[in-house]
């Protein structure tokens, strides 16, 4: 089956480490999304790309990197100048002939 | 893309219809009505979208109003498994997508109880 896979499901990490977060999808799709959620609040735009190796800033971008160096994966890395970088963290792609965005099941990241 | 306006949160009895109301009074003719969903700790669902004509799915309908500053997302026979956040989103349609991407709000929390 098509789908989007995020890995791992929670993520532990020690303050001050970079550590990188992996999306990959099997939908052809096109464009990909990374966003960020805090307990209580809606989903907020890290990064997106509409092509490959081709990306734009989101409205929380500073913090975070991505790359996408092929088609099916846009790994995000949280790097160590994120000062709060625990959170959920959602994986999205889409294309011109999808309906709407399919979601992966998210990495809870949690920084200690 | 034009922004949305929805109740925190609203309960359901279970087996009624839940009927969620989004406001979008700046929408542009171009721009359609998208409904998601999120269960909690799960990523967003796609749950239908619309310009301006009624659509229904196998999940909910979706009625817009004439003038499209509003519309409400029908579950018609909720269950304990619809308990979710409710997002509403007005945006372009996927054929012109590109170099944009969806903006969510904080949804409505439904909440259906037995």
């Known amino acids: 089956d098509g789908g989007i896979t995020q890995s791992p499901k929670y993520l532990f990490r020690k303050e001050g480490q970079n550590v990188t977060l992996s999306c990959e999808q099997n939908?052809?799709?096109?464009?990909m999304y990374w966003y960020r959620q805090d307990p209580g609040q809606g989903l907020r735009l890290i990064y997106y790309?509409?092509?490959?190796?081709?990306?734009q800033k989101g409205d929380i971008a500073e913090g975070y990197s991505v790359s996408r160096e092929k088609k099916e994966s846009f790994p995000l890395t949280v790097t160590s100048a994120q000062k709060n970088p625990t959170a959920f963290y959602l994986c999205?792609?889409?294309?011109?002939?999808?309906?709407?965005?399919?979601f992966g099941s998210g990495t809870r990241l949690t920084v200690v | 893309d034009a922004k949305t306006t929805q109740p925190p949160s609203m309960d359901c009895a279970e087996g009624r219809a839940a009927n969620l109301p989004c406001n979008h009074s700046?929408?542009?003719?171009?721009?359609?009505v998208y409904w998601y969903r999120q269960i909690h700790s799960q990523g967003p669902q796609y749950i239908i979208h619309?310009?301006?004509n009624n659509e229904t799915n196998e999940m909910a309908s979706l009625i817009i109003t004439e003038d499209r500053k509003s519309s409400t997302l029908i579950l018609p026979h909720a269950t304990l498994r619809d308990t979710a956040v409710y997002y509403c989103?007005?945006?372009?349609?996927?054929?012109?997508?590109?170099?944009?991407?969806?903006?969510f709000g904080k949804g409505t929390t439904l909440s259906v109880s037995s």
């Open positions: 989103i007005v945006r372009v349609g996927p054929a012109n997508q590109a170099g944009t991407a969806l903006i």
């Open positions: 700046t929408i542009s003719g171009n721009e359609y």
């Open positions: 939908l052809n799709h096109d464009a």
């Open positions: 790309s509409q092509i490959v190796n081709d990306f």
């Open positions: 999205a792609s889409s294309s011109t002939a999808s309906n709407g965005y399919t």
């Open positions: 619309g310009l301006k």
